[in-house]
Every structure is written in C-alpha cells, then in structure tokens.
C-alpha cells in the first residue's frame, strides 16, 4: 500500500469508527451560519419540466428509458409542468424564502441534434426562468447534464462511451456560459458521475439502461459491464475538464463564476467489525468515491483501483492529468444515508469481472441506521481530511417518502432539522461547505422508482389538471427557519396536532 493509502486507510477507521463518536447540534437557527452561506432546493429538467415534445425539444436517453418499460414506471413527458408553470414555482420559492434554486438544463431542449443550432424556444425558457429567479433574488445553481443525454449523440456514436462526447459536451458548455453566464455563477457540468458510470453502464439500472450478462439489474439490450463504467467516469472527467478550463480561459474574469462537478458520496459502514469488513469499507471508498475525487485533487486514478482493475482502466496522459486536476472550484455532494459493506474476496477470482467485482465487496443498503445525520457530517469532513478542504454545497439531501395528498411530513421535519444539524457541525469543524440544498422543491418523477415516493417541500396533485402545489409541513419548517423564526421539532408536532387545514400547515414559532 502507498503512503497514500495508508494515509487514507486510518482516514476511514477514524471516519468508520463508533456512531457514537459525532454529536449531531440539534439546538441551532439560520443565525448560527455565516451570512453567505447558502440555502436552497432543488430538481432537474426531466424530473419538472414536461412539455417532453413541445416547442422543438428531442427526446433524451431519459425519455428513451422511461419509455421503454424496463424503467421506473410512469415518464416526465408531463411531469410537474414547470416549463409552463415556472412563475409560479419561483413565487413559491420566495414564500419559502430559498436563497438559491438548483435546476438542469436540458441539452435537449437547448440544442435538439446535440450539437449545432441553438432552440430558440429553448433558449427563451432558459432565460426566462433564469431571469424570474434573479428578479426575485434567487440564485440560480445550474447543471449542464443530468442522466439526460440528447438520444441523437447516443444513437450516433454512443454517447459517454465514446470520446467524440468531450468535444460535443465543451460546445454546449459554451452555448449556456456564453448565454447565461451573466447571471449564473454556480456550474455544476455533470451529476452525479460516479452514478451514472456505475448505475447507466455496469448494473443499469439508470439511463440509458447498459449492463451485459451476468451482470445488470435490469433487462439491457447493449453494453459492457466490464469496460464501459470505466470509459464513461474517464470521458467524464475529461469533458468537465475541458468546460471548465474553456470557462476560465473565455468568461472567468468577465462573469467571476464557478465551475464544479457533483458526486454521490456514500458513506460506507462495514457491515461487521471484521478486518475483512473494515478493509472492504476501503476499497469501497477507492472504487465509488475516490474514482471520481483523486483525479480532480492528483491528476490519476487511486493506486488500488490501478491494480485491481488493470488495463481496463483508462489511462491519462500527462496533458490530460494536468487538464482535469484542480479543475473544479467545488464539489456538489449528493447524500442520503449509510450504507453497509460486507467483504466479497471470490469476486476478485471471476474470470468476467464488472466493477463491483473488481472491487471485491458487496455494497447493501439496510433499513437499520441509514438515516444517520451523523453521516452527512462524515461525508463532508471526509473531504476535508482526504482532498484538502475543497468548497463543498450539499446539493442534495432529503427523506424519500410513500407519495400521498397527506401534507403532515413530520419524518421529513425530523430529518431536515437533523442533517441540518449535522453541516452545522461539519461547519464548526472547519469544512469548507458553503451551501444546503433540501432535495426535492416538487414532488417529481424520480430516477429509480418514478411517482411513487416523495421528496418535495411541496406536494403536486397528479389528478388536478392545474397540477395544484400544496406546501407540505416541512414546506413551513424550512421556511420558519430561513426567516430566522427558531423552531423546535417539539412545536412541529404541536402545529401538526392543532392544524386542522391540512392546505396550509402553520408551525408556531418561538
């Protein structure tokens, strides 16, 4: 092992250590954070948008996957309606009192073919909507890509797979910095990339749904689970790489944003107290953590995942190593909850090996503990004592619930307050985390399970033609405590004892 990984290695024990150990601050306000420091919430333009054939937009590899009846059931061809109902959103989010809102644009809409001419009908919406958040004093945080590929570069050359997308990707990074660049300063180029290598090309079980035999959750028509994640996460890192340094070189000192990259950075629990298990927890780190960090911060891939994964790993060279490190301002961390990892050593002797092989463990998501605040403290302060502190937003968190007209979300209350908590802490400790963004602002068509379960601050009524919103109680718990009204999770449970207007849940404030 490298020094490195040694160093590394203690990391993890320390981070993995007794639950314990970290004290979540529960007793806070909107006071106890420094001024500058963001809230916010967020979606994405599949997830919202609908108007899936309106007004010049192509399908995505999204569409395509939702369309195929190998996804999660139910597609965003309606969704929530937000291309037309933007206003209105933006006049929730100013009820609420959001500092900022976390959208994607949708490179289908903005460019049909990919590449080449720009949708003018798209480009207004994009403005537009831009331009209602800045009026209102909302700070737009943007993604270029979202697990939604324009189908047409897909059905060309393959999209992600191939490296012709570095180019294509840099060009429509230029179109939106050089369109909307004078409002927008917070770039996220791609979500979620360590997912979408891993969930879009090895288990496929995201867009756009590639996995071979034996791997894969879910019926693939094509790919190559053993190669395909790596060459995805590479070309990547290579495309966020060239955006970000075309920005820097052409609008840094005329429009002084940022550019950054978002990551789902789990937060691995071994599953027993074994050396193996403890171990294990490591290589989990390397392989679905580190992947997509250590290039960004050392320029090459995890020295385990070099040896593990042999020449199947793409290599950078020394222009490209030099390209992507330190080529982002910030990390985008996208977090949940805990997960189990239980060592699996007769992986690694397959002859066929996918990427969990490869790393040789078992990743399980388990009902006990996996709502731990404590681990969103974890995850920060693991960049902080791995990568050097980086500026990091939180730019998703949030409790799935069972989709329903109930409005009284007090395990959402519960958990919001709690994680909240728990940046507070990681802000104490000296984590460079600048923001905080509840997922999701609606009720949208998720990823993994379509309209079945729930993240919104707002629940949309599916039946209405109008697609009515109603805020839901953490809906008013987030917006007591952006207005600096301190509010106990003791007189949440109170105003949802008294509150017999299940529309318009009220929570006394102290």
Known sequence: MSYLGLVIGLLLLLLNSSLGAVAVTYDYSRNDFPPSFVFGSGTTAYQVEGAAKEDGRTPSIWDTFAHSGDGPGGNGDVACDEYHKYKEDVKLMVDVGLDAYRFSISWSRLIPNGRGSINPKGLEYYNNLINELISHGIQPHVTLHNFDLPQALEDEYGGWVSPKIIEDFKAYAEVCFREFGDRVLHWTTINEANVFAMGGYDLGFVPPNRCSPPFGTRKCSKGNSSTEPYLVLHHCLLAHASAATFYNKNYKDKQHGFVGISIYMFRFVPFTDSKEDTNAVERAYEFLVNWLLHPLVFGEYPMLMKKNVGSKLPI???????????????????????????????????????LTADMGAKIMMLKENVTAPESLQRVIEYLKQVYGNPPTYVYENGLPMKRSSLLEDVPRVEYMHDYIGAVLDALRNGSNVKG??????????????????????????????????????????????????????????????QSKDTSFLVIRTM
């Open 316 to 354: 950078f060279t020394k222009a490209e190593s030099s390209l992507v490190k330190g080529s982002a301002d910030f990390i985008g961390i996208i977090h949940y909850q805990n997960w189990h990892v239980k060592d699996d050593p007769f992986s690694l002797k397959m002859e066929t090996r996918d």
């Open 436 to 497: 905080y963004f509840t997922w999701s602002f609606l009720d949208l068509f998720e990823l993994l399970d379509g309209y079945h379960s729930s993240y919104g601050l707002f629940y949309v009524d599916l039946n209405d033609p109008n697609l009515k919103r109603y805020p839901k109680l953490s809906a008013q718990w987030y917006s007591n405590f952006l207005k600096e009204k301190t509010t106990t999770l003791n007189e949440v449970f109170l105003a949802k004892k």
